[in-house]
């Protein structure tokens, strides 16, 4: 099972290059599992033991099911992940003719390690918008093979390389597609339409706009002497929203079971698919009661928000307090902060810790050190959203926010057999 979820991993991070793919992705699989489409500006006719998914702009999904117990009785059991990840945005107008190379200028996108950026295999993907026979239409897009690189300053030019060298993401960050001649006049736009026929068959008479980013071609995989870890770009959070499917199909018919995966989340979550805007509480007002059955069923609700969690590393283990250093396949990451970075509450902690230790699952906690300042998720804008219970917990990672991050190769199972007891079978407090 362990090899076989790692692949399907895998499979995912290979295949969901932006957050627009990783939507299509998991509605693909729901879909083939038997999840039934909505439509948010349509009317919804849902049954008590259907099994539906609903998107926004793409690149956000809620997928929930209507178990046969009493909502309003029993709650709903939501598992909250988020979609996008750290990376380089084409700006608008990107076209740059320096020096007898073709550039593209780029926005960092979210809180990136830059300097991993550097020497890698680069290639393109994301939704465009374009016309077609007077209709606008978007379509997504990825080029696949490398057609981009931000090649690194050599050390005989820049001496202080290695002494702390601070990126200028304006300057040093455009990635190098092409040499092209002085009377050349490379036109993006021309290019994005080329894509779209070669990709898709699609003649676009205008493309009007695009939402691209660059990435590692780079495929994740299974590494290490035995095999220990799993390396790949967007593990931070895509490893969660992988997690949260598989747990999701596994849900027994009972309960009311409830994934959303949403995007914007390393950007603050304020946007109309992130985790502080309406989507969730929209989706959820059309399938409670109202008034005070609603509430009712938040209140009997909890929600596990699941992103990863920095891993005690070897060599900067000061960098944890002492007490509380996640280890990779050491099982997952209860995240606590009494400022609230975190949502986790002593009952929402017990609760978690009880349902792993009830399933043979190990489990860890992570409080950041005290003189250190503390990252944030989706939990803590949820629970204020919505009035949930929520626990905050993730898998232990390396290199968070770098173009290749690292986490161990046992852990995934572990999350996905406590997530499939958390929809199908445990107790809510």
């Known amino acids: 099972m362990r090899e076989e979820l790692n692949q399907g991993l895998i499979d995912y991070l290979r295949a969901s290059p932006t957050p627009f793919h990783a939507t299509a992705n998991l509605a693909q699989a729901l879909q083939a599992a038997g999840y039934k489409p909505l439509n948010e500006s349509e009317t919804w006719h849902t049954e008590l033991g259907g099994r539906y998914y609903v998107t926004r702009n793409d690149s956000a999904i809620i997928a929930f099911q209507l178990g046969t117990k009493s909502v309003v009785e029993h709650g709903m059991r939501l598992v909250g992940a988020h979609t996008d990840s750290p990376c380089l945005r084409v700006k608008p107008q990107p076209e ?20 991993p950026w550097f020497d890698r295999d680069l290639s393109l993907a994301g939704r465009v918008t374009y016309s077609r026979d007077g209709k606008i239409e978007s379509q997504l897009i990825n080029f696949k093979l490398p057609i981009a690189v931000i090649p690194s300053l050599a050390i005989h030019l820049n001496r202080e390389a290695n002494q702390g060298w601070a990126i200028n993401p304006q300057t040093e960050l455009p990635p190098v597609l092409a040499q092209v001649a002085s009377e050349e006049r490379p036109d993006f736009r021309a290019l994005l339409a080329d894509q779209l026929s070669r990709e898709h068959g699609l003649v676009a008479d205008v493309v009007l706009d695009f939402e691209l980013s660059f990435y590692d071609t780079q495929s994740a995989a299974v590494i290490g002497l035995n095999g220990d870890f799993i390396a790949g770009a967007r593990l931070d959070n895509l490893l969660s929203c992988f997690a949260g499917l598989q747990a999701l199909l596994k849900a027994g018919p009972e309960e009311t079971c409830v994934l959303v995966c949403t995007d914007h989340e390393e950007v603050g979550s304020a946007s109309i698919c992130g985790a502080d805007g309406p989507f969730l509480e929209q989706v959820l007002r059309r399938l409670v009661p109202e008034g005070e059955d609603f509430q009712r069923s938040i209140n009997r609700s909890l929600m596990i928000s699941a992103d990863n969690a920095h891993a005690v590393h070897p060599n900067y283990s000061d960098k944890h307090d002492g007490n509380h250093g996640p280890k990779l396949n050491a099982g997952p990451v209860i995240k606590v902060n009494s ?7 002593s009952e929402t902690a017990g609760f978690f810790r009880h349902l792993c230790l009830e399933n043979e699952v190990s489990v860890q906690s992570f409080v950041t050190r005290s003189d250190m300042g503390c990252g944030s998720t989706i939990g803590p804008i949820t629970a204020s959203q919505l009035g949930v219970r929520t626990v905050d917990i993730g898998l232990p990672t390396f290199g968070m926010h770098s173009i290749r991050e690292l986490a161990g190769s046992q852990d995934l199972a572990h999350l996905v057999k406590v997530l499939a007891a958390f929809y199908s079978s445990a107790e809510l407090p």
């Open 96 to 115: 740059l003719q320096r020096q007898g190379f073709w550039q593209l200028g780029v926005e960092v996108y979210g809180g990136a390690l830059l300097a």
């Open 339 to 345: 400022n609230q970075r975190y949502a986790t509450s």
